[in-house]
């Protein structure tokens, strides 16, 4: 991803506007659900599987997804010719593009898209056009899984926290009469406020940098979503900060649950995508729910997803490439792991209780 020593993308709103236009011009949502087999599932194809596919389109078109979506570096001079001298202009003074001698790439970002909605983040770290493994606008599959399940119930306030690249909070957008999106990141928070200003949301969709609650204190709302670093991970490796949760998942998560209560509106719900290590029967996380709930007034559900088995969720965890799977392997045994969970969660104020559903989509 863009790295912490590079400036963000600067907001300039007639600038801004001509690339929204451009990419409503090209197609670019439309042709990259066509190319792309796994358009609803996750923000990004497979990199090489990808540029097959892509072979059928015209020049043009796949010399837009080479550029912006997949991270590669191209002549100036093809740039120019494919996307027009003025709209490359744009893109350079926007900081989405950099040159680099007499070729152009973007700083570690993709333009990838969602139900018409056009989102620059981190490029994923297994793209060979990827030079830092730090994900500061991070959108991933579990991003793109819990927007499938946000209702569309209206409502007045709606609060983004951990919001990455801005995703969330701009799909809020259509269902909230005002949406706030939170994140510790500056970088992220530049990122995702270009992400507004390019999807037309600027008055609609607010970005604040802080610590979780800090940002907000004494502020309610009606609906919360979160998508929170989760992964146990082990202690004494650097750090991916979009992914590492602590060596029990709750190092950012725990204070989320804990500050939840203070922060929703009567009637008002929160819904946040989790994993956590666990048994058999049911995910570690169920007991410190309900430590939570009880403590704080909430009537939470746990709606398991899929379940593995450890060596599979292992295989999952040592792709970052950043911390030995045996560390991993080892955390796990530490805690008498054998499976690993990922569910969604839903809270709301009432009586102190925890449901665990089953949804029995699991894979052994």
Known sequence: MIAASEPPPKIDPPRVKRLRDALDDL???????????SYPLTP???FEEF???ARGLPERERLWFDLLLLGRGLPAAAVAVSLGASLSD???ALGLLRAQGSRLRTPGLGLTSYDGRYIFCSLPVDYPTVRDRERHAYVGPETYLLAHFLAPARTSRALDLCSGSGLIGILLASSAESVLAVDIDPLSV???????????LGGLVETRQGDLWEPVRGERFDRVVFNAPFVPTPEGYPRLWFRDGGIDGLRVLGPILEGLRDHLAPGGTAVAYVEAFGDLQRPFLADDLARVARKHGLAIDLHLLFRFAMSKALRFAGSSRAIPRAAYRRLAEEQGATRYYQALLRARPGPGTVRVLDSGRYVR
């Open 27 to 37: 197609g670019y949502d439309h042709l990259l659900r066509g190319v792309r087999g």
């Open 44 to 46: 990004y194809p497979p």
């Open 51 to 53: 540029r097959r596919r």
């Open 90 to 92: 744009d893109l350079l």
């Open 190 to 200: 530049a990122v995702g406020s270009f992400n507004v200003e390019l999807n037309g």
